[in-house]
């Protein structure tokens, strides 16, 4: 099995889980990554998947989370940011200082999180990884290939951080 389709298979069953605990067990609403995925992909958005479900293709069991977290060129992040808007209408964004939190407008919970790459880790991120486009199944050929757990550090070289940039 090639190393996308086990990468795909395994953020899929980790999206799975997720929807399971937030609609079945929680009530709360759940948007899947590859929703996310194909309308930043469909409108060439250069992005890159973080978080729980940037990793889960690289973990061998499959772990739940409740957003969506992707770091956005900086010159995409408005664009990023109407297009799902758009696309999920049940939303409103939250424009923090380094990052735009797209909330349930019901629940406000946070579903979707777009980092501005305002730390230096994360400018990396997207200059190594930021500009691989996707395979059928949406994932960005930059996560299949590399990962990112080097790139995306729990903490900062330079110092403490908001709980936003940690997210």
Not at 105 to 118: A, C, G, H, R
Request: charged letters at 30%.
């Amino acid at each position: 099995m090639k190393v996308i389709d086990i990468h795909q298979q395994r953020m899929r069953r980790s999206a799975e889980i997720a929807r399971f605990q937030m609609e079945l067990q929680l009530g709360k609403r759940f948007l899947s990554p590859l929703d996310v995925i194909r309308v930043l992909n469909r409108e060439k958005i250069s992005f890159v998947l973080v978080g729980a479900y940037g990793l889960s293709g690289w973990m061998s069991q499959a772990r739940a989370t409740e957003d969506v977290d992707v770091v956005v060129a900086l010159k995409h992040v408005k664009k990023a940011t109407r297009l799902l808007l758009e696309e999920f209408p049940f939303l409103e964004a939250d424009d923090q200082e380094v990052v735009i939190r797209l909330r349930d407008k019901e629940s406000t919970d946070v579903l979707i999180d777009l980092m501005k790459p305002t730390q230096p880790h994360l400018r990396r991120a997207l200059q190594k990884h930021g500009k691989g486009r996707t395979q059928e199944a949406g994932v960005p050929n930059s996560v299949v290939r590399d990962g990112l757990g080097a790139e995306i550090r729990a903490h900062d070289q330079s110092g403490p951080r908001r709980q936003e940039e940690a997210d």
